[in-house]
């Protein structure tokens, strides 16, 4: 069974730092693109980042461009388990974060985001 | 950066009732194209992708079509537990951007 689990969510003041996990099971997790989605209270879902699994552009990242230069997504496969390193926050960057796993990779992209994590909320405020 | 616009925001519907929604991106994406179901305080759950793939498990009351730019959800006979908020995505290019959803309440 997939499982991705997702901790480090807290409250920072604005300008602070954070570090996302999301560890994960029950799947090659070496082999799959991995990717952080957010959403702020209320609102809907926004796509964060992205980076490549064996399968694909190996440890190739994406950012939304809003935190492009803050934002750093990495991966330890050893350990299975997802990062968002997390500079600078902002109020806006107040938001549940959920880790999601790309699904249905085949020539090299991959078509959907077929398994989600329950989300871990992070609040930005002074 | 594609955009993708959704209508409509929000739809009241009764059980039973045939529910489409649609999704039009602001240039042409191929079917490279999911949507997703997010219940209040729920992760959001695969239903479609490649426009009209049904992700395993899923009932078949859910359909997509649709290719290009403009694409619809159908939920053909509108069940108790469908009342959500559904979201498109493209994933024909990065950022992966996601619609800004429909939400389904009941009439």
Same mark, same amino acid.
């Given at each position: 069974?997939?499982?991705?689990?997702?901790?480090?969510?807290?409250?920072?003041?604005?300008?602070?730092?954070?570090?996302?996990?999301?560890?994960?099971?029950?799947?090659?997790?070496?082999?799959?693109?991995?990717?952080?989605?957010?959403? !702020?209270?209320?609102?809907?879902?926004?796509?964060?980042?992205?980076?490549?699994?064996?399968?694909?552009?190996?440890?190739?990242?994406?950012?939304?461009?809003?935190?492009?230069?803050?934002?750093?997504?990495?991966?330890?496969?050893?350990?299975?388990?997802?990062?968002?390193?997390?500079?600078?926050?902002?109020?806006?960057?107040?938001?549940?974060?959920?880790? !999601?796993?790309?699904?249905?990779?085949?020539?090299?992209?991959?078509?959907?985001?077929?398994?989600?994590?329950?989300?871990?909320?992070?609040?930005?405020?002074? | 950066?594609?955009?993708?616009?959704?209508?409509?925001?929000?739809?009241?519907?009764?059980?039973?009732?045939?529910?489409?929604?649609?999704?039009?991106?602001?240039?042409?994406?191929?079917?490279?194209?999911?949507?997703?179901?997010?219940?209040?305080?729920?992760?959001?759950?695969?239903?479609?992708?490649?426009?009209?793939?049904?992700?395993?498990?899923?009932?078949?009351?859910?359909?997509?079509?649709?290719?290009?730019?403009?694409?619809?959800?159908?939920?053909?006979?509108?069940?108790?537990?469908?009342?959500?908020?559904?979201?498109?995505?493209? +994933?024909?290019?990065?950022?992966?951007?996601?619609?800004?959803?429909?939400? +389904?309440?009941?009439?």
């Amino acid at each position: 069974e997939v499982k991705l689990l997702e901790s480090g969510g807290d409250l920072v003041h604005p300008g602070g730092s954070l570090r996302l996990s999301c560890a994960a099971s029950g799947f090659t997790f070496s082999i799959y693109d991995m990717s952080w989605v957010r959403q !702020a209270p209320g609102e809907g879902l926004e796509w964060v980042s992205a980076i490549g699994g064996s399968g694909g552009s190996e440890g190739t990242t994406y950012y939304t461009d809003s935190v492009k230069g803050r934002f750093t997504i990495s991966r330890d496969n050893s350990e299975n388990t997802l990062y968002l390193q997390m500079n600078n926050l902002r109020a806006g960057d107040t938001a549940v974060y959920y880790c !999601a796993k790309l699904g249905y990779c085949t020539g090299g992209r991959c078509y959907n985001f077929d398994y989600w994590g329950q989300g871990t909320l992070v609040t930005v405020s002074s | 950066d594609i955009q993708l616009t959704q209508s409509p925001s929000f739809l009241s519907a009764s059980v039973g009732d045939r529910v489409i929604i649609t999704c039009r991106a602001s240039q042409a994406i191929n079917t490279y194209l999911a949507w997703y179901q997010q219940k209040q305080g729920s992760a959001p759950k695969l239903l479609i992708f490649t426009a009209s793939t049904l992700q395993r498990g899923v009932s078949s009351r859910f359909s997509g079509s649709g290719s290009a730019t403009e694409f619809t959800l159908t939920i053909s006979s509108l069940q108790p537990e469908d009342f959500a908020t559904y979201y498109c995505q493209q +994933v024909h290019s990065y950022p992966y951007t996601f619609g800004p959803g429909t939400t +389904v309440d009941i009439k």
